[in-house]
């Protein structure tokens, strides 16, 4: 069964036709890991709608030396690579459905080199951070604020190799939230200790990372 209707596959063919170059989905899955079939299915009905765009699928365990090397430790996860197979430090824990297909859909434009603009004050700063971040980002499907929240860390990955950033979905890694006391959403966690709660605008990441 397709998830995308006729008009929806309509529009997002429209909007790859902007690609710049190839982006692959490298989707992480393990057996029948909970909704790791339906974002396979999901995955490659992306793919499907743009040549420029990949699939490839790996097993966590099976190909370990790739989880190691784009830093994928569960599954279901996608992380992006660019036309020339690197990792680009962005990745979806769980599948980017529902609201989230507005956080993937950037994503994949960014990575295939299409990328979008910011003011030279802020890219001057994302620029600037010196140091290793971490981003992670607890969303829902049902959030419509969630997508916001994930593409400022994701785009604040991809313009500083400092910078890792990644979705996770968090009624698939339940025991995760848990652990970060996720109690709504978006919620920001960076470096492990540092929160921010709700789509806050790219000048809170930042006042954050800096203050770090």
Known sequence: MKMFDAQLESQLKDIFKDLAGEVTIALFTEGDCYSCSETRSYMQEIADLNDQIKFVEYDIKKDADKADAYQVKMVPSIVLLDAQGDDQRIKFNGIPAGHEINSLIPALMEVSGARSELPDELTQRIEAIQKPVDIKVFVTLGCPHCPGAVQKAHKLALMN????????????????????????????????????????????????????
């Not at 966690?189 to 800096?210: K, R, Y």
Request: charged share 20%.
């Open 161 to 212: 190799p400092n910078i890792r950033a990644e979705m996770i979905e968090a009624q698939t890694f339940g025991e995760l939230a848990d652990k970060y006391n996720v109690s709504g959403v978006p919620k920001i966690v960076i470096n492990e200790s540092h929160e921010l709660i709700g789509n806050q605008p790219l000048q809170a990441f930042l006042d954050t990372i800096e203050a770090i």
